[in-house]
Nanobody, 120 residues
Framework: QVQLVESGGGSVQAGGSLRLSCGAS?????????????AKWYRQAPGKAREWVAL???????NVRESVRGRFTISADDTSNMMYLQMNNLKPEDTAVYFC?????????WGPGTQVTVSS
């Protein structure tokens, strides 16, 4: 059973940076599960729907939503089952619980989420 766990959340002031990590365990392949499948970061702010933030596909470029373009970067470590979300110049509207997600054979897997709070 594939399990994902996020880490790296916290409280920062506007303009600050955080690096979120997502680790995967229970995968059958020796490859990084985040580079051979479609992998995404989502976030959910209080009272709002969950929204995608960034994605990576196995054979295409990565992408981020317009509101974080130029500030957030998604990446993965080829030597381990890790995925990252580098978040710079954080804004109060980035406050949310952030989730990592990977689709393996069309089945989605989610982590429990990590809280990011940005104060003005």
């Amino acid at each position: 059973q594939v399990q994902l766990v996020e880490s790296g959340g916290g409280s920062v002031q506007a303009g600050g940076s955080l690096r979120l990590s997502c680790g995967a365990s229970g995968t059958a392949s020796n490859s990084n599960v985040f580079t051979v499948n479609t992998a995404k970061w989502y976030r959910q702010a209080p009272g709002k729907a969950r929204e995608w933030v960034a994605l990576m596909t196995p054979h295409g470029p990565s992408n981020v939503r317009e509101s974080v373009r130029g500030r957030f970067t998604i990446s993965a470590d080829d030597t381990s089952n890790m995925m990252y979300l580098q978040m710079n110049n954080l804004k109060p509207e980035d406050t949310a619980v952030y989730f990592c997600n990977v689709e393996i054979q069309m089945k989605p897997y989610w982590g429990p989420g990590t809280q990011v709070t940005v104060s003005s």
